[in-house]
């Protein structure tokens, strides 16, 4: 399997691709369009993308679900366990200045503040790394993965730095061809896009069904479509798989007040959410 990711060797996606599909080949991409854009032109590639943080919410990447409406094939709950990596022989003293994306500063601003380190944003976390491998001074670090200390052969100064312990992101696999597992015994999840007719109380009207059919919506997010601010996408994510009846009549009901309805995806819901 090839799965191309937004970063270079060592940031957390590559780590939650080889985690959960360890003969796969990852490919580095340098932003998350170019992910969507690989996967949509070859079928045998598919993309791995982080959709949200248990800390920091939503990542931002709805339009570009919207923009490719690639098939989602699984959700993968990594967790996102942040190291403070130095030089090598580098102490928490010696260091002044850390270096990582906004995202990773923002769930390790404790242990910053504690510290009284300087932040500097950059584009990703391994790519700060690799960075602080090349500039050779002890007095600034990089907030990373281990595998990323590992690459570029630094040393983990102080491990588990994030202000939540249970820091997890969720991951979607995402491809071109369309693919949805067979009925079973399992937990599943039916992910789809939305924009609704122009009429009064229209999100009310659409949304009954599942509370007539006792479906359950896990997600719901709003957001406008290119260039206009009055015209609105909706993706939702709900529980239940396409096939099972509830869930065939809450989109059939739904879809009598869509003006456009995409089913993204239906998939096995990911055993962390039994915890």
Sequence with gaps: MKIAYQGIPGSYSESCAKS???????????????????????????????????????IGVEFLIFKYR??????????IKHNLLGLKGSSINDIKDIYSHAQALSQSSEFIKANNLNEN????????????????????????????????NLEVVKSNIQDEKNNVTRF????????????KQEKYITSFLFKLKDKPAALYSALSGFAL?????????????KNSFSSYFFLCEIEGHIEQKKIKN??????????????????????????
């Design 121 to 152: 944003v950059r584009a990703d976390t391994a790519g700060s790394a690799k960075y602080i491998s090349e500039i050779k001074d002890k007095t600034k670090g990089a907030i990373a993965s281990d595998l990323s200390a590992k690459i570029y």
């Design 250 to 275: 809450s989109l059939e009901e739904l879809g009598l007040h869509c003006e456009d309805m995409h089913v993204l995806g239906v998939f096995k819901a990911d055993r962390v959410r039994e915890k």
């Design 213 to 225: 059919n006792a479906v359950n919506l896990i997600k719901l997010q709003s957001f406008p479509e």
């Design 20 to 58: 959960n599909y360890p003969d796969c080949q990852t490919i580095s991409c340098k932003t998350f369009d170019e992910c969507f854009e690989i996967a949509n032109k070859d079928n045998t590639i598919k993309t791995i993308i982080p959709e949200s943080n248990k800390t920091t919410g939503n």
């Design 172 to 183: 979607l696999i995402m491809g071109k061809e369309i693919n949805q597992p067979e009925l």
């Design 70 to 79: 690639l098939n989602i094939y699984a959700e993968h709950f990594f967790p």
